[in-house]
């Protein structure tokens, strides 16, 4: 979809004959699937229908690709919207609730989410989409044979990077940080995780109207990443080269080149470890690193909801069934699934990563939820606009030479821009 909401004439041609298939795929025989359309492809496709083949009638899964939304805006035109959806932001659940395009759901009792994040899927007193995914978003992952002792703050992640940068430079070892700039969802993890451990209200207070983004906290967020991101030698080839490197081809400088020291990112990032990792050797992670002395760094997340189409037969039924502790163990057992339901025991996890990761989401008070996608309109970002290119922008500057203080006077006032032009901030 553009940045002005239009979709392409791909997308349409693609979700109209999405549609097509769905609808001829669910009259065969007579009995009607119900219909799913998600974000998911690869393995994650394969093991959500290993989880909706028990289902106890036929569910019909589409994969939307990248872009859901603009394929959901095609099929809405085309009169062919599926009766569930697996959206990944929270706004798209609020948005499509105000046009009327959603119907009520309601979860089972064996459905329950850490304290904040059931209220980003309400709207008007009602509940339209429930967590069926989480993605644990404060991790940096290492090879312990090259990386032993990992930092356990902030300011020695800072120092550990500007000593091996130094040795970069001369040709002694690798980057210290692989960094997939060309994805700017990338660099607004890193601002998010830097901002909630700084200033945890001015996170939250981000996430609403009226939104202040020229205050201190973000002066004082941006600076701390101006403080790493400007080391000379801190990234494989050089700033340049980051923006021009992909979040995937991030991990595999670490896992199986080793070009890097250390990558940055979320849980799915065993995903990609699964497929290029070339021996034995697992990585290992540590905890995004806090700045206050002595504290535990933050805790973002991100998820996935289902949401019910209006007039949709068997869809609030499913996206109910969905919310029941066992209805995800398929995806337990195969591996690469972290529920955002804590009736879910930890010791259903067989994934000692993921055992690990789900109960830290359960420390109470720690967490909270990726903030670029509770941004309104194209604001929350998307390639080439919004918050991710801002924040590219921003990474351009600083690893380029420009001083941190006109790196961030520039950043500022885009974003400011940005958040009053998506419906309030300044």
Known sequence: MTAGGRATRRTLLR??????????????GGNRSVQVAVVWSGSELDRFRRVVARYPSPVHVVSAGNDIDAF????HLAGTSPDVAILPRPGLVTEYALRGWLSPVRPTTEYAVPTGLSELLMTRGQRYGVWVKA???SLIWHLPSVLPDPPRSWDELVTRT????????RGSGPAPLAIGAADGWVLTDWFENVLADLTPDAYDALARPHRDWQGRPVRDALDRLAELWSIDGAFVGGGRRALLTQYEESVIQVVRTRRAVMVFEADFTDEVV??????KEMPATFRFP???PGAVGPLIVGGDAAVAFADARGGVELVEWLTRADSFQPWLDAGGYLSPNTSISLDRYTDPVRHKLAGEMRAPGTLRFDLSDQLPGPFT??????IWRIMQDFFADVTDGVPAAEAIRRATGRLAAAASSAGGGR
């Open 135 to 137: 993605a644990h978003k």
């Open 72 to 75: 959901l805006r095609a099929r």
């Open 162 to 169: 500007r000593d091996l940068g130094a040795l970069a430079r």
């Open 274 to 279: 699964g497929r290029f990792r070339p021996g």
């Open 290 to 292: 806090s700045a206050r």
């Open 15 to 28: 979700a109209a004959a999405a549609g097509a298939a769905a609808t001829a795929a669910g009259c065969a």
């Open 381 to 386: 970002g998307s390639d080439g606009v919004g």
